[in-house]
Structures are given as structure tokens and as C-alpha cells.
């Protein structure tokens, strides 16, 4: 037996804005509302228990006081790598410098509140 990654949590000062940055990114809809003001986002038609994650933003105060322990990646699903970082860009992220030579495979970039994700090279197929 083994367990499987149901949802990731990431606190936000701004729930409702990163739920619209993730969801454009990632192609999901808002599944729920807590009452707390967290805000959880899934894939359409699947949800919570489906093939892939959900994520949840729980609204949080409290600041970041450094690199986070874990972080995102991602891949295109229909388009190549380029063309994804544009789209990625457009939507508000912003490209991370940390030291990176130029012959990286992937691009490190933060969300609109500063959270690193990494968009990777290979281009995966939709679930």
C-alpha cells in the first residue's frame, strides 16, 4: 500500500489572486470555498481524488521568511517550452534569478506573491 498526493496547500496573503494565477496556468476551476478563506482549485470534471492534485490557497499573514522547502514545477502541455514561458509571463509571473549559466533545461519563475516554481523542457500530454 501507498499513499498518493491528494492536494498541495500553499499559504497566500491573497487567496483569491493566486486561485486566478494557478487556475490560468494550470487549467483549473475553482472547486471550493472554506470558510476560513481558503480556496481550493482542481482540474475540471475530476476534482479532489482525480488523477492530479489539487491546490489549495489558505490564506495566511504570515511573511515568507525564506526560500520555500518545496516548490512547483511544471511542463507544457501544447506548445513548446518558449512559447509556454511567454504565456506564463503574460499571466503575471516573473522570471527568478538565481544564478542561473544560460544552459539551464528550465526557467525558474514566482507567482505573483514571490512563490518559485520551475517550468521544465519536456512537453508533457494532457491528463
Not at 470558510?35 to 492530479?52: K, L, R
Not at 503574460?90 to 527568478?96: D, N
Request: with cysteine; proline share 8%.
Amino acid at each position: 500500500m501507498a499513499c498518493r498526493i491528494s492536494e498541495l496547500v500553499l499559504d497566500a496573503a491573497d487567496p483569491e489572486r493566486l486561485a486566478a494565477f494557478w487556475s490560468d496556468v494550470l487549467g483549473y476551476v475553482e472547486l471550493d470555498r472554506e470558510a476560513d478563506g481558503s480556496i481550493g482549485i482542481g482540474p475540471p470534471g475530476t476534482g479532489f481524488g482525480g488523477p492530479q492534485p489539487i491546490l489549495v490557497l489558505s490564506p495566511s499573514s504570515a511573511p515568507r521568511t525564506g526560500k520555500l522547502r518545496l516548490h512547483i514545477d511544471v511542463n507544457a502541455t501544447d506548445r513548446d517550452q518558449d512559447a509556454e514561458l511567454e504565456r506564463l509571463l503574460a499571466l503575471g509571473a516573473r522570471p527568478v534569478d538565481i544564478g542561473r549559466t544560460g544552459t539551464e533545461s528550465r526557467h525558474v519563475l514566482a507567482d505573483p506573491e514571490g512563490n518559485e516554481f520551475c517550468l521544465l523542457r519536456a512537453r508533457l500530454k494532457p491528463v
